[in-house]
C-alpha cells in the first residue's frame, strides 16, 4: 500500500506547492489581523451575565472580520451551526412580500426546512410570506448565467441572492471565486437593490481569497469546519458590509441590543487560537482530499474533484461503485480515528433523508467536519464524500488503510 501512497505523493508535488503556497497567503492576513488587533492574553478571557462590554467578545469579531477581507462580523458560539447562522442571516436580510433567490441550484439540505421549499411553515421563510426561487445549474455543474439573468430580470422582488461555494454532497464542481464574482456583477447590473449572500461553508482558506473579496455582500458560514482551525468548540458568523450584520444581530439576540450582548464563560482561547491555525488545518485537509484523489484515480476510480483540479471546498467524492466498498472505505476512516476508533459504521435510516446513510467520524469536536469524516447515501453510483483532517498524516494513513481494506 505504501508504494502507492508514495507514488501519488510524488505526482502531488506540485499541486502540493501550490496549496502550500495558498496557506502562507491566508495565513498571512489572518497574523496580520491578529497583531493590528493588538491581540493579547487578555482577549482570552470568559465573559458571564449580558456580556456588556465583553472585549474578548468584540475583539475575536475583528480579527475574524479582518481575516476574512469583511468589514465587520458577528461571531458567535452562541450561534448553534452553520444552518442557523444561515437561518439568522436569511431572516434579518428579507421581509415580507420579497423574493429569496438561489442561483447556484438546489441549497444545502437543512436550508429546506428554513426556505420552506416543500411547502413547509413552521416558522419558515414562507410562512412569512417570503418567496423562493432558484435557477438550477447546468449539467456540468456551472452557473446558468443565462438563466440567472432571465429570473433576474423578470421577478423585481428579488431583494436577497443566494450563492453556494461549496460542492455539498453532490457529484458537481464548486463554485470557483472568479465564477462568484461574475455573478455577482450580474446581480449588481440587472438588480442593484438586492444583497448577495454566499453560503461559505467548507470554502474558508481553501483559495488565497473569499467571496467578500470578489464582490459579495454578505458570507455565512460554520465554526466546526474551516475558520474554527479544528480547535472552536461551537459556533457559527456571518461577515460582511457593517449594516447588514447589524440587522443580523437584531435578529440573532433583540432588536435594539444586537451584538452588545451575548457571554461566552468558557473564554475565548479555542476560538483565537482555532483561526490562527485554521490556514494550516485547512490546507492539510486540502492534501489529505487530493491524495485521495489521486490514489483512487489510480486504481481506477472515478473521483471527483480530480486530484490537480482548482478546488474551493475540501470536500473529495470517489465514486466506489459497491456498496461493499463504500461500507469498508467509512469503516477505514472511523478505525484512523482517535476517538470512538472501535465504532463499526453501519447505514442506517436517518431521519431527513430518502436513503439508508453511513457515517464515519471519530471527531473530537461533537459533528465537526474539518475532522476526518466521510459519508455516503446507500444508493447509486455509490459515492462516498470524504473530507476534513486536522493532520495531512492522518488522512494518509486513513486512505492507505481505506486502500488495504477495499484490496
Ligand atoms: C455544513 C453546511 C451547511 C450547514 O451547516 P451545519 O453546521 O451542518 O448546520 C450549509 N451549507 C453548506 C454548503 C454546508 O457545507
Redesign the pocket.
Known amino acids: 500500500m505504501m508504494e502507492r501512497i508514495i507514488s501519488a505523493e510524488r505526482k502531488l508535488a506540485p499541486v502540493f506547492a501550490r496549496v502550500q503556497e495558498v496557506e502562507q497567503l491566508n495565513f498571512e492576513r489572518v497574523l496580520a489581523a491578529f497583531q493590528q488587533n493588538s491581540v493579547s492574553v487578555r482577549h482570552f478571557n470568559p465573559s458571564t451575565g449580558y456580556g456588556y462590554g465583553d472585549d474578548s467578545r468584540d475583539t475575536f469579531e475583528r480579527v475574524f472580520a479582518q481575516a476574512l477581507g469583511a468589514k465587520d462580523a458577528l461571531v458567535r458560539p452562541g450561534i448553534a ?6 437561518a439568522v442571516c436569511l431572516f434579518a436580510l428579507l421581509r415580507p412580500g420579497q423574493t429569496l433567490f438561489y442561483a447556484s441550484g438546489a ?2 439540505d ?2 429546506h426546512g428554513v426556505i420552506g421549499i416543500q411547502g413547509q411553515r413552521d416558522g419558515s421563510l414562507l410562512d412569512y410570506d417570503i418567496a423562493y426561487r432558484q435557477a438550477d445549474l447546468q449539467p456540468d455543474g456551472t452557473l446558468d448565467f443565462s438563466e440567472i439573468e432571465r429570473q433576474l430580470k423578470e421577478d423585481p422582488t428579488i431583494r436577497l441572492v443566494a450563492l ?3 460542492r ?1 454532497y453532490s457529484w458537481r464542481p464548486t463554485l470557483t471565486l472568479e465564477q462568484i464574482g461574475k455573478a455577482i456583477e450580474l446581480v449588481r447590473s440587472i438588480r442593484p437593490e438586492a444583497r448577495v449572500m454566499v ?1 461559505n ?2 470554502g474558508e482558506f481553501v483559495q488565497e481569497r473569499e467571496p467578500l473579496h470578489v464582490g459579495a455582500d454578505v458570507i455565512v458560514g ?1 465554526l ?2 474551516n475558520p474554527g482551525g479544528g480547535l472552536a468548540p461551537t459556533g ?1 458568523y456571518i461577515a460582511g458590509e457593517p449594516e447588514l450584520i447589524e440587522q443580523c444581530a437584531y435578529r440573532l439576540t433583540a432588536p435594539g441590543v444586537g451584538r452588545e450582548i451575548g457571554s461566552w464563560s468558557a473564554g475565548y482561547l479555542p476560538y483565537y487560537q482555532g483561526l490562527y491555525m485554521a490556514p494550516h488545518t485547512v490546507a492539510q485537509a486540502v492534501m489529505g482530499a487530493m491524495l485521495a484523489a489521486q490514489v483512487f484515480a489510480d486504481a481506477g476510480f472515478s473521483v471527483s474533484p480530480l486530484p490537480d483540479e482548482p478546488r474551493g ?1 475540501i470536500i473529495q467524492a470517489l465514486k466506489l461503485g459497491t456498496p461493499e466498498r463504500v461500507i469498508a472505505f467509512c469503516r477505514a476512516i472511523q478505525a484512523s480515528s482517535p476517538v470512538d476508533s472501535y465504532v463499526v459504521p453501519e447505514p442506517w435510516g436517518m431521519p431527513g433523508y430518502d436513503n439508508d446513510v453511513i457515517m464515519a467520524a471519530g471527531t473530537f469536536v461533537g ?1 465537526a ?1 474539518i475532522e476526518l469524516s466521510a459519508d455516503a447515501p446507500m444508493r447509486e453510483p455509490y459515492i462516498v464524500y470524504m473530507q476534513g483532517a486536522l493532520t495531512y498524516t492522518q488522512a494518509r494513513y486513513a486512505v492507505a488503510k481505506a486502500l488495504a481494506m477495499l484490496a
Do not use: E
Open positions: 451551526s452553520g444552518t442557523h447562522a444561515l441549497p444545502y437543512t436550508l453556494q461555494r461549496s455539498g453560503d461553508c467548507y460554520s466546526i469546519k457559527g471546498d459533528g467536519s
